[in-house]
């Protein structure tokens, strides 16, 4: 029974913060990766960043400098931190889960929460 829920979206101003939270249950994060991905209204689905079962991170360009991902093992939890939000920033964000390794192909991920609406404007 795994599940995902995400939390921590909102309406925020150019420039502001956001930290985005992705609970698990069902699975350990020893033993799945987790990736942000986010999508626009009219646009495909986009990978964000990703930790790995073993702690390792990327980031899309999108994000690169801007955007930090962690983990809290004990808490079964995945972190998103947003800096420096742009309005190109505002979509739904998901976290999704994968075994073990990273990939920017959202297929490969095979659970998904619902999503947290992140807005970014003025």
């Known amino acids: 029974q795994l599940q995902l829920v995400e939390s921590g979206g909102g309406l925020v101003q150019p420039g502001g913060s956001l930290r985005l939270s992705c609970a698990v249950s069902g699975f350990s994060l020893n033993y799945y990766a987790i990736g942000w991905f986010r999508q626009a209204p009219g646009k495909e689905r986009e990978g964000v960043s990703c930790?790995?079962?073993?702690?390792?991170?990327n980031y899309a360009d999108s994000g690169e400098g801007r955007f930090t991902i962690s983990r809290d093992n004990a808490k079964n939890t995945v972190y998103l931190q947003m800096n420096s939000l742009k309005p190109e920033d505002t979509a739904v964000y998901y976290c999704g889960a994968k075994p073990a390794s990273c990939t920017w192909e959202d297929r490969r991920y095979n659970y998904w929460g619902q999503g947290t609406q992140v807005t970014v404007s003025s």
């Open positions: 930790i790995s079962s073993t702690g390792g991170t």
